[in-house]
């Protein structure tokens, strides 16, 4: 089944603990994304990357790392989480330049 | 900058009738104009998308209408079940060779029985 697979879907966390939440894709998808949902603000894209080793910063970069070592896999890494980064968190992937994007499930992200 | 905005936050209507979702963009350079749906605790899935160089575009049971004179975009759903009960987010694919999907608000669609 075609899937982009978030891990983990909650995660509750003190300020400053370093965290990474996972993304994988079974597509063989080049263009992957995060972003962040946040209530009256939509989806806003943190990061994107169009290939491997290749990555960008998005709209709302700050305070967030991301890698891209291998197709499959894009993982969210923040270094020293902050309570305004507490929100819902969407890895996506998608075929390049696709309209068609493809979701996981979501991370639902608490800091404290 | 680039911004997508949709009129209403939430829509109502009665099981059976047609729905119309509303959307702005402000962005003419936009390649692509596309309507995702957002299940409740789930991510959001793709619907339709339309080029910007045609006005209409129809799938099954959504058309999708674009305006380009007053940058206005809307979906169509005929004859609302209560499985269409979601939110709706129009989206422009954004100027620049980079891919990058521009997201506006969400509209909640609730579907009465």
């Known amino acids: 089944e075609a899937q982009v697979t978030q891990n983990p879907r909650y995660l509750i966390t003190v300020t400053g603990k370093k965290l990474t939440v996972t993304c994988s894709q079974n597509?063989?998808?080049?263009?992957m994304s995060w972003y962040r949902q946040d209530p009256g603000l939509g989806l806003r894209q943190i990061y994107y990357?169009?290939?491997?080793?290749?990555?960008d910063k998005g709209d709302v970069p700050e305070g967030y790392k991301v890698s891209r070592k291998e197709k499959r896999n894009f993982p969210l890494i923040l270094e020293s989480p902050s309570p305004n980064q507490t929100s819902l968190y969407f890895c996506?992937?998608?075929?390049?330049?696709?309209?068609?994007?493809?979701f996981g499930q979501g991370t639902r992200l608490t800091v404290v | 900058g680039e911004s997508v905005g949709l009129h209403l936050p939430t829509l109502s209507v009665q099981e059976g009738d047609n729905s119309i979702i509303n959307c702005a963009y402000s962005?003419?350079?936009?390649?692509?104009f596309i309507w995702y749906k957002q299940e409740s605790g789930k991510g959001p899935q793709f619907i339709i998308d339309?080029?910007?160089?045609?006005d209409k575009r129809q799938g099954q049971r959504v058309t999708v209408l674009l305006n380009k004179t007053v940058k206005h975009l809307s979906l169509q759903i005929a004859a609302t079940q209560p499985g269409d009960s979601a939110v709706y987010f129009c989206?422009?694919?954004?100027?620049?060779?980079?891919?990058?999907?521009?997201f506006g608000q969400g509209t909640t669609l609730q579907v009465k029985p």
């Open positions: 962005n003419s350079a936009s390649d692509y």
């Open positions: 597509m063989n998808h080049e263009y």
């Open positions: 339309i080029r910007s160089n045609m």
């Open positions: 989206a422009e694919r954004g100027s620049g060779n980079t891919g990058k999907l521009i």
């Open positions: 990357s169009m290939n491997v080793e290749v990555t």
């Open positions: 996506a992937s998608s075929a390049l330049f696709s309209t068609e994007a493809f």
